[in-house]
């Protein structure tokens, strides 16, 4: 690896894979990217938790987990920062990147599981780029493995028929949110991308590409499909973040709508499941059921979610209050 380069090991069917290269890009901090390999693959199988991507530093050495990145590369490098200065903003900028990874991924993967079309599309370009199988890269077999390893976890990750419409709802107000608000110069806290712009896009972007949500796309936010395709690459953009006011307004509280009436009593209900030790959490939302066994994991986001509102200033605490009560956020990030 070229001294004073990172090296971003991923594969292009990863929402998180590709989060990561456009803040690098975005931020034109020197990478190569690498779609991972079996080779690859053992050489950082030590990760854990072991998912893709994984950013080798100009040191040699291996992390994983794209938020945990994110922050670091801030830390390391200061130019064209994607963490909002404003503190209020910045804590909003959190709350609506974990609304992507831990909840939009959802859709994405029911899309991409669910139809045959959708399978055979994915699983033939996923599997050649990120398979664990031992059959021949690209081979029928290899691709049959990749997908039927993946059916195997819609169960598990709740992509199921019960859930079905609660998540494509969830899919189609994400793109509500979005489309009225973005165009050539409008991110979510200003003219400048943000760390939960990357994030949506991310997952936005393999749903403009896999086959069913990237119809339901087009018919239904044409002007987000565009948005996202010029956000793969923004080493060009230069812009301002927006005053506090306008920042929590437009697309950031049409998306806090959604976490406060959804994702938010969905972390409740699964901290609640969980600490209760039961099998299965069950919520409805808007009308609609949602079920599936508690995540460890979503526990510790909620955590984390509570712990940095109860870190900030009561001035900002005070400037967010109007805003996370009309969405419905105030009441879950301010128990304890």
């Keep these: 690896m070229t001294e004073g380069r990172y090296r971003l090991i991923g594969s292009t069917a990863s929402p998180y894979a590709l989060k990561l290269r456009a803040l690098l890009r975005y931020r034109r901090i020197p990478f190569d990217w690498v779609i991972m390999t079996k ?75 669910w139809d045959p079309e959708d399978q055979a599309y994915v699983s033939r370009w996923a599997g050649e780029e990120w398979s664990v199988s031992e059959a021949a890269t690209g081979s029928a077999e290899e691709i049959e493995q990749f997908r039927q390893r993946q059916i195997s976890r819609m169960v598990i990750l709740g992509a199921t028929a019960e859930n079905k419409p609660l998540l494509e709802e969830s899919y189609l107000r994400s793109l509500a949110a979005f489309e009225p608000h973005i165009g050539m110069t409008h991110y979510l806290f200003g003219s400048r991308p943000s760390l939960a ?7 936005l972007s393999e749903m403009a590409t896999d086959p069913t949500p990237m119809r339901i796309m087009r018919a239904n936010a044409p002007f987000t499909d565009h948005w996202v395709r010029r956000l793969d690459d923004a080493s060009g953009v ?36 969980f600490a209760d030790g039961l ?31 109860a870190g900030l200033d009561m001035e900002s605490r005070a400037a967010l209050r109007p805003v996370l009560e009309r969405t419905g956020c105030w009441e879950h990030l301010s128990a304890h």
């Excluded at 712009?197 to 997952?203: L, R, Y």
């Excluded at 994991?297 to 979610?305: F, G, M, P």
Aim: hydrophobic share 45%; glycine share 6%.
């Design 39 to 113: 080779a690859l693959r053992k050489a950082t199988e030590h990760l854990r938790p072991n998912l893709i991507p994984v950013l080798q530093y100009p040191d040699g050495t291996f992390r994983g987990e794209t938020t945990m990145l994110a922050y670091d590369l801030e830390r390391r490098h200061r130019d064209r920062s994607v963490i909002p200065e404003d503190k209020a903003v910045a804590f909003v900028c959190d709350l609506l990147e974990d609304l992507a990874d831990e909840w939009a991924v959802k859709p994405l993967f029911l899309y991409r599981w």
């Design 197 to 203: 712009d990357f994030a949506w896009f991310g997952q």
């Design 238 to 273: 230069d812009g301002d973040w927006y005053p506090r006011e306008q920042a929590l307004g437009g697309m950031a509280e049409a998306l806090l709508k959604i976490a406060g009436e959804l994702y938010v009593p969905f972390l409740v209900a699964n901290a609640k499941a």
């Design 279 to 309: 099998d299965r959490l069950e919520i409805k939302v808007w009308g609609l059921p949602y079920a599936l066994a508690p995540f460890k994991y979503q526990v510790k986001c909620l955590q984390q979610l509570r712990d940095r509102f």
